[in-house]
């Protein structure tokens, strides 16, 4: 069974940056791809960052492009998401999921294995 625990979540103003990981351990088979999502309350989980486990390629919403890196440690099977110019609207938990089949990477119906979720709050 697999186990993710997110880490790095905080506050912080309108243009900071943040660091998330998400460390995986247990019987390790990260699937086809790992990525971030994040949800605010009423809101339907969206897919920020995917990255393939295979080559590293990475795919972002529209909505990240530019100002957020995902990237992945294999020793480590961690993965990580730089957010840089961060923006109030980036405020959100932030959970990281394991798993994804191909076609369905920055779909939550995707995955069956979730992280607990780290908060990310960014003040204007």
């Known amino acids: 069974q697999v186990k993710l625990a997110e880490s790095g979540g905080g506050s912080v103003q309108a243009g900071g940056s943040l660091r998330l990981a998400c460390a995986a351990s247990?019987?390790?088979?990260?699937?086809?791809?790992m990525s971030w999502f994040r949800q605010v309350p009423g809101k339907e989980r969206e897919g920020v960052a995917t990255?393939?486990?295979?080559?590293?390629?990475?795919r972002y919403a529209d909505s990240v492009k530019g100002r957020f890196t995902i990237s992945q440690d294999t020793a480590k099977n961690t993965i990580y998401l730089q957010m840089n110019s961060l923006k109030p609207e980036d405020t959100a938990m932030y959970y990281c999921?394991?798993?994804?089949?191909?076609?369905?990477?920055?779909?939550?119906?995707?995955?069956?294995?979730w992280g607990q979720g780290t908060q990310v709050t960014v003040s204007s």
């Open positions: 999921a394991a798993g994804g089949s191909y076609g369905y990477c920055l779909q939550s119906r995707g995955y069956n294995i």
């Open positions: 247990g019987n390790i088979d990260s699937g086809a791809c």
């Open positions: 990255i393939y486990s295979s080559d590293g390629y990475t």
